[in-house]
């Protein structure tokens, strides 16, 4: 295990590219998690140990090396209709008030493995069901993610059992997915139509986006520093229409950050809306 132990100057080293190349902040002592996560990748780069792989990735990196360090240290823990409330809003508040018959454009920034783009369209699909006649322009969906390999899970929109039994009814599971294989479920094609997924890294431009009427940013900001969160919510209000709205993570909050947008407590959960 010897072999496995990071020196000072190479965790301080690794530290710095994580935070440049992704905006990822590793505390202190956090040794533990780099080598447990990056032992995985010695094989692949032909390496002895954790500090050698660190000294190729600063100093010549094959091709590719960044983005499987980058995967491998980032957190992908996602599930179906994460927290509830903000679901639930876009039926009762927002989808009601933004529907003036055109389209209605949303961004899951850092979608992980796509539960929260494609909750998003099962939501839309039961509110055109619940109302009929509305949401005509209907829903577009933009997922991003820095990591390519997720974006291809999502992408092809299909779950094993563990996925398929975190946050989602069976009522859901039922109407919204087919069955491919023993182990596996594919969301259906009308529930996959209205979202597209793609690479991005939050710390770069989202100029080729667009524009959005709704963003939904969360669980990924509390791993960044404060001055990457407030560069990114700016340039999220950027890319937000007039009164666009802001979704975080429940326990994310971006009121010492940014004062381009109001807080609206909807009992449960807080959306943000631009001023
Ligand atoms: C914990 S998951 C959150 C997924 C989803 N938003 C949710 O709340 O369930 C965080 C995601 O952020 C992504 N991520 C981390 N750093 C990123 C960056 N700089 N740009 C884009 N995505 C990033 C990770 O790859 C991971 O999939």
Redesign the pocket.
Known sequence: MSTQQLNAAEYEQFKEFLER????VLGDNKHYLVTSRLTGLLDEYRVGSVGELIKLLVTRPPMGMKERV??AM??????WF??GFPFDILKSRLYPELDQGGQIKIW??????G??AYSISMTAEEYRAANPGKLRGDVRIVG????PA?VRQAQQGRYDHLAMTRGLSPERKQKFFRQVSEREWEVLPQIKARASFRV?????SYRALGKFDIV?????LI??SAENKKDIIERIAGVLNPRGYLFL?ASESITSYSDAFEMIRCNPGVLYRLK
């Open positions: 190349s992704c905006g990822l980058i995967e980032t957190t992908n823990e996602t599930f994460r927290d899951s920034a850092a979608c992980s493995t539960q929260e991003t993610d820095i990591s997720v991005l890294n939050l710390l770069e939904f940013c969360r669980n990924v791993y960044f993570g």
